[in-house]
């Protein structure tokens, strides 16, 4: 359901983004929902939603409006501004935590076509070619959000940036998109302008499990040489296999840290690894140093040191208070715990 004078879309939570982008493309408006258009609406838009409009649009959350829940006795509420704020304030960072959220009330942003660039880098030297990628992200315009992938393939490295540009003009995206070639070694480039929706169209691909994936994230204000080099050792050890960042920071950090449950609103970077299964004690070793938090969807790991990394001291009080007052029993319990305040973490 839209109203478009609003903007406000209202979201079934079973919905997959894709089709989200697909609906509203006719209607010039988009919402900012991570980069793989088969992920549902409602475990992205209760946890925080770091996608492809991030620094021109913000996080998922912080367009959502209202929600409609089922609490864990049963009742259905509605939690919003004015009902339940306490309530709406977790289910914006922790929601899968506090209740069963049915549907969303999302406020569009004004989004016709965008730029979508990609560019393959062979670097030689990750270290340092994560340097530059870091100081370009962050030297460039808002309407310029970029994720960048790496792996480690026949023993070089290959990485690939994807970077959506959401503002107006083709030459203020050909001058933001510029330096990302010169980065390093490019094996491959292109840049279209597509509608948004194109950028996260759904496969609509059936899930089969693959076996244990151990997933590490940590938030980090820049791509500095602590953070790079740390990085590039772990990919020499075989620690890891996979690594992806997600640029934050614009809007998202224009938003107050006490305003939702996600309180991370000075970082301008998120990092996600895949961990090589034999390797977790030395990854987690060096990976736990990494930044100043972590985004509990791209960590797999449950636990009070876990928890407290993801939620600042301040935010997790307040989180275990709102848990006492609406799931005692800690009956949702199966997404990332969060203890009710009168538990012990």
Partial sequence: MLDRERRLVRVGAGARWGDVAAALAPHGLAVSSGDYGDVGVGGLATTAGVGFLARSQGLTIDRVKGADAVLADGRIVRADAEHH??????????GGNMAAVTSLDIEAAEVGDVVFGTFLHAPADLDGFLRRWGRTVEDSPRDLTAFLSVARRQGRYVAQTSAVWAGTGVDDASAALQPFPGLASVLHQRAEIVPYAAVVAPAHNDHHGRGPLHSRSALVRHLDTATTSTVARL???????HLQV????GAVNDVPAAATAYAHRVQNFSLNAVVREPHEERADALWDGLGEGLYLSFDTRTGPHVLGRAFPPDTLRRLRDVKAAY???????NNFPIPPADRAC
């Fill in 235 to 241: 990919f020499d050890e075989r620690a890891i296999a």
């Fill in 246 to 249: 997600r640029s934050v920071g």
């Fill in 85 to 94: 704020p306490d309530l709406f304030w977790a289910l914006r960072g922790a």
């Fill in 327 to 333: 799931d005692p029993g800690n009956v949702f319990r």
